[in-house]
């Protein structure tokens, strides 16, 4: 991965000015003082507010989301006081790659905004668009903001519950880094055209060989059609009450003392398997079958068992353990089990 240096945001007074170009670059905006009021008006109903950190850091693709994302950032930031960068990741996937850079480094330089380019590695082949994002994510940070729309996240939620999730499958995407929640697609759209941008068109998003793809075009209008109406602010909405939910859950099984045996079984159910699911979360949650089965280590029905990626829990009296990975295959080369032995981690 290799990134080219920062370039700092210019100066709060040269980013934004209430009629500078970003509100009213041409016709497409109207007068300037109308461009403004609309583009202010989304800012309103975005979260910018609630980001602790002085500085926003803004993942810009190019794209139509991300460059509204960039752009009322920017609005923002006038009265905040806020700096505002834009890092754009290169995949490796398109030759349009250096164009499109270049594209988000033209708006930076209209809004005064920073810029940043990295550089991934990402192979073509299976699981390309999750192997491509884990890579962008991994670049970008955990403070990134980006530009998840509400029609983002009915697709998500759609998507998360066809894979078997549950609750948190409901909830979906959290609010902390995404301020366009709030927004639809058809309004990040329309911030491109008030400031006279052209967005990158990604190929893949109509590409049928995705699910979201096909849950964007095909899944979504569907139930429109189904329910004769739009269905992207149900499922937000449903969503949104969710993840209160959700997070209730999880504030009261941080209670439970995941390690000990006598705690989980002695727990609700619902409330055990969430205390697993956050001790042995690595960059992704273990599956459900890999949290009942430690569930029944605690309950004494076996004495350890495997949780994928090489790890494993295992209980000495009360006491559950997580191996790392690679400690059972060590642990089994030191002392090699015997048949018995084998019989014994399956007694309660």
Do not use: K
């Not at 210019?10 to 009021?37: E, L, Y």
């Not at 902390?176 to 990604?202: A, H, K, M, Q």
């Not at 390690?259 to 398997?273: F, H, K, N, Q, T």
Request: glycine share 8%; aromatic share 2%; hydrophobic share 40%.
């Amino acid at each position: 991965m290799s990134q080219r240096p920062d370039r700092a945001a210019a100066p709060r007074s040269q980013r934004v000015t209430a009629a500078g170009s970003p509100a009213a670059p041409s016709s497409a905006a109207g007068d300037a003082s109308g461009g403004s009021d609309e583009l202010a008006c989304l800012v309103d109903r975005c979260t910018f507010a609630d980001v602790t950190s002085p500085a926003l850091v803004c993942a810009v693709s190019g794209g139509a989301d991300s460059a509204a994302l960039l752009v009322l950032a920017c609005m923002f930031a006038q009265h905040s006081g806020s700096s505002v960068t834009a890092v754009h990741v290169d995949h490796g996937l398109r030759d349009a790659g250096p164009a499109e850079a270049a594209r988000v480094e033209a708006l930076c330089d209209r809004l005064g905004a920073g810029f940043s380019v990295t550089h991934v590695d990402v192979e073509p082949g299976a699981n390309l668009q999750a192997r491509a994002r884990e890579a962008r994510h991994a670049a970008l940070g955990p403070d990134a903001l980006l530009g998840h729309t509400a029609d983002d996240q009915a697709e998500t939620v759609l998507l998360q519950l066809l894979r078997g999730g549950a609750l948190d499958a409901l909830a979906a995407m959290r609010a902390d880094r995404r301020p366009l929640l709030g927004l639809r697609r058809s309004e990040t759209e329309r911030v491109c055209e008030l400031v006279d941008y052209e967005p990158v068109r990604d190929p893949s998003n109509a590409d049928p060989r995705f699910w979201r793809s096909r849950v964007r075009h095909e899944v979504i209008p569907l139930l429109c059609d189904i329910a004769g109406r739009d269905v992207v602010p149900l499922l937000a909405r449903g969503s949104g009450l969710a993840a209160a939910d959700a997070d209730l859950l999880d504030a009261l099984a941080a209670d439970i003392d995941p390690a000990s045996a006598s705690e989980l079984r002695d727990a609700p159910v619902a409330l055990a398997r969430r205390a697993v699911r956050a001790w042995l979360r690595t960059d992704h949650p273990p599956d459900a079958g890999a949290v009942e089965r430690v569930l029944e280590v605690a309950r004494h029905t076996h004495r350890a068992t495997e949780i994928g990626g090489g790890r494993r829990v295992s209980r000495s009296a009360d006491r559950l353990e997580a191996e790392p990975p690679g400690e059972a295959v060590a642990r089994a080369a030191r002392e090699p089990a015997s048949n018995e032995n084998r019989e014994q981690e399956r007694e309660a």
